[in-house]
């Protein structure tokens, strides 16, 4: 496997903003889709967003729509997903996934280890 490494995440407080990352090494990036998923306790996985290789197709989960934004860097080999207006429940570990433009989680090949985000009311 190749290791995908999310970066970003954190603490804010309701109504900020943060802009996670997610490295990707050793495969050819610019040939895949890519995806961010969440995962609160207690919930299963879901879709925050994903991007096909050239960044031209996005897909949004209902709950992010509007708020977060998916992009991609081919060059640096780097999957951005800025989060803007956060609420509570944004609230869970966020994951990057590589290999294809699906918004399930079972169609993904490779993850990343994870990344805390905690939203404050």
């Known amino acids: 496997q190749v290791p995908l490494v999310e970066s970003g995440g954190g603490l804010v407080h309701a109504g900020g903003s943060l802009r996670l990352s997610c490295a990707d090494s050793?495969?050819?990036?610019?040939?895949?889709?890519m995806g961010w998923f969440r995962q609160a306790p207690g919930k299963e996985r879901e879709l925050v967003a994903a991007?096909?290789?050239?960044?031209?197709?996005?897909y949004y989960g209902d709950s992010v729509k509007g708020r977060f934004t998916i992009s991609r860097d081919n060059a640096k080999n780097t999957v951005y997903l800025q989060m803007n207006s956060l609420k509570p429940e944004d609230t869970a570990v966020y994951y990057c996934?590589?290999?294809?433009?699906?918004?399930?989680?079972?169609?993904?090949?490779?993850w990343g280890q994870g990344t805390q985000v905690t939203v404050s009311s």
């Open positions: 991007i096909n290789w050239s960044g031209k197709i996005k």
């Open positions: 050793g495969r050819t990036f610019s040939n895949y889709g």
């Open positions: 996934a590589a290999g294809t433009t699906s918004i399930r989680p079972s169609d993904y090949n490779d």
